[in-house]
């Protein structure tokens, strides 16, 4: 204890170690975020001291992580609105807490905060850690993710499926200068796409995909085409870039597939964007043949992607729209197998068990002079060589 002679106040000394960095100590979901308000933020009045209500919102708000969903459960709009637009007057917005007032206010919340933003400047994590962070499994809110090739690791393709709440996906490289010219130098294959069918052939991933887009992705071909059947709610795909999806043999495998192409004009900065400006233009059309209805649910635009240092508008950007959707390439391999095996009349017979079986218990029960006299009567007669000494007749 201490004694401070001029106030006449004891009072104690402790040291505070400095804590372990952010990174270590506030998990995957606060690299770009930050939970705590800012340090004294509205910490004092200049006239007289706060309200209680004020009080009661910098205590809930000093550390969001504190917070979940159950805890607003009872809580009315009023005082929830409150606290976001604290949480927005200082600056301290973060996805976290978007998710938390999306879930238990999804329609007031969508009405002041339909759209959240989320543009890293620089890759902090794993791609599949930003994924984790964009999926609601109950889809409380829909995600439009657009990413650039170069930061994914070849297991993390796949993990795009597992964003539920997908509804708008971009995938682009960033083209470098090279001897040649500007190339694209990594590119998604036909595999990957195969892949991502496959997982949405189980009903357990893509289910809300309206719209994708691929922006110079070379390894593509043709063959993409028959992989995006299986996508239950795709109804537009951009291409950008992809040279063999440009020939005439790729444009009639697309409509062989139901999908018919159209040249747009849109612009590379925003996948969100162009999102709105589809449904504005198909807006006079009935509800069935939107691609899309951005507005019903709240939505994180996340991106992070190399942004090209070579503008993209010299390259002619074509979008297919789904007219019917035909019938997904597994099927189809299922159909022609079932076709091949049902029509196939060389197929070898099947040696009949039950005659093999019963000759053989036949056999079984002669004794062996019977096999021996079997064997002697059945044996073929030598030739007239060895039956008899004459010369044979001439012809």
């Not at 998990?27 to 209500?53: M, N, Q, R």
């Not at 694209?184 to 195969?194: E, F, L």
């Not at 062989?256 to 849109?266: A, D, K, L, S, T």
């Not at 009935?286 to 635009?301: A, F, G, K």
């Amino acid at each position: 204890m201490q004694y401070d002679r001029e106030s006449g106040q004891v009072y104690t000394q402790e040291v505070i170690r400095v804590a372990p960095s952010s990174r270590r100590r506030r998990g995957f979901a606060w690299v770009h975020d930050s939970p705590l308000l800012p340090a004294g933020w509205e910490a004092y009045s200049p006239v007289g001291a706060h309200s209680l209500k004020h009080m009661a919102m910098r205590a809930v708000l000093s550390d969001q992580r504190t917070l979940s969903t159950a805890h607003f459960k009872g809580v009315p709009w009023s005082v929830a609105r409150y606290l976001w637009d604290c949480v927005c007057r200082s600056k301290r917005t973060s996805l976290y807490l978007w998710k938390i007032f999306a879930t238990a206010y999804p329609a007031e919340f969508n009405q002041i905060s339909h759209r959240y933003l989320l543009k890293p400047s620089s890759k902090q994590m794993a791609v599949t850690n930003y994924l984790k962070l964009l999926t609601s499994a109950s889809v409380n809110w829909t995600a439009v993710v657009s990413l650039s090739v170069e930061f994914f690791e070849p297991h993390e393709f796949l993990e795009v499926a597992n964003v539920r709440n997908l509804i708008g996906l971009e995938m682009c490289t960033q083209p470098k200068r090279t001897e040649f010219g500007y190339e694209a130098t990594v590119s998604i294959s036909d595999r990957v796409i195969k892949g991502w069918s496959e997982q949405a052939l189980t009903g357990q991933a893509f289910e809300h995909l309206r719209i994708l887009v691929l922006r110079l992705q070379t390894s593509l071909t043709e063959h993409v085409f028959a992989y995006l059947n299986a996508f239950p709610t795709l109804s537009a795909f951009i291409m950008q870039g992809c040279p063999r999806l440009y020939s005439k043999e790729a444009r009639e495998m697309a409509e062989r597939h139901g999908w018919v192409p159209f040249v747009v004009h849109y612009s590379d900065h925003s996948l969100y964007k162009i999102i709105v400006d589809m449904d504005s233009e198909l807006e006079s059309q009935s509800q069935e043949y939107r691609p899309m209805c951005i507005n019903s649910l709240p939505v994180v635009d996340f991106s992070l992607y190399c942004r090209n240092s070579k503008s993209l508008h010299s390259e002619e950007q074509i979008l297919f729209r789904r007219k019917y959707r035909a019938t997904d390439h597994l099927s189809l391999q299922e159909k022609k197998a079932q076709k091949t095996h049902n029509g196939s009349d060389m197929a070898p017979s099947k040696p009949d068990l039950k005659q093999n079986k019963r000759v053989v218990r036949e056999s079984c029960k002669k004794d062996m002079k019977g096999l021996l006299d079997q064997f002697k009567y059945d044996s073929p007669k030598p030739p007239p060589s060895i039956l008899s000494s004459s010369p044979p007749s001439s012809w």
